[in-house]
């Protein structure tokens, strides 16, 4: 079983429409919680990142993380084509730099 | 700032061939990560370095790869002699030493062997 489970999609919604991506993670050590946003042949660019559990906000992005449940979350409110990419999930236990990434989940916003 | 610089962006060799990726991390950074990426097998991190110093090699998947990292401003990954299953984006990134807010990756190199 993998450390971090990501489901890959493809997953493709309406312009405006609510995007809900999620990751869950076995390894209770766990502290620091990252979305990254892939384009088609670019490297991966951190789009948010949140410290143990919580909400986190950033104009159209929400990130959530339940410690408890072992769950994250990322939600994209009023999306728009330019959001058409993979985004992979990351996290890693404190005091170690060694990210763990998720499989990634293709998103496809249709005009 | 120009972000982390990978060379070349493309790279096709034949089989058996050496090849040699080349990174330019951000200035001030203190760790350096080799990741290789698939569709099979997703990110997959290979070595990383802080402050030059290989800290965990693990991910190195056969003694066919090795990589360096002879200053703060410059780091190789090279594949001797390179396979057909070598075939894949690889990614460098870098972060700062305090606390662990992310990476930030180069733009990759496309490597295909024939």
């Known amino acids: 079983q993998k450390e971090v489970e990501q489901d890959p999609g493809p997953l493709s919604v309406p312009e405006g429409a609510i995007v809900s991506l999620n990751c869950t993670y076995s390894n209770s050590a766990f502290q620091y919680f990252m979305w990254y946003r892939q384009y088609s042949r670019k490297g991966p660019e951190l789009l948010m990142y949140t410290y143990s559990s919580g909400n986190k906000e950033d104009g159209r992005f929400t990130a959530q993380v339940d410690k408890s449940s072992k769950y994250i979350s990322l939600f994209i409110r009023d999306s728009q084509p330019s959001d058409s990419a993979t985004y992979l999930c990351a996290m890693s236990a404190s005091g170690d730099y060694k990210l763990s990434f998720g499989a990634g989940t293709t998103v496809t916003v249709r005009a | 700032d120009a972000g982390v610089i990978q060379s070349p962006r493309h790279e096709v060799t034949e089989m058996g061939q050496e090849v040699t990726l080349r990174c330019k991390p951000i200035?001030?950074?203190?760790?350096l990560f080799w990741y290789r990426q698939t569709m099979m097998r997703g990110l997959e991190l290979l070595i990383y370095f802080n402050n030059n110093v290989p800290i965990d090699d693990s991910g190195m998947p056969e003694d066919r790869f090795s990589a360096k990292m002879p200053n703060a401003s410059f780091s190789t990954l090279k594949i001797q002699p390179s396979e057909p299953r070598d075939s894949a984006v690889y990614f460098c990134?870098?972060?700062?030493?305090?606390?662990?807010?992310?990476?930030?990756f180069g733009s990759g190199t496309r490597l295909t062997v024939v």
């Open positions: 990134a870098s972060s700062i030493q305090t606390g662990n807010y992310g990476y930030t």
């Open positions: 200035s001030g950074h203190d760790y």
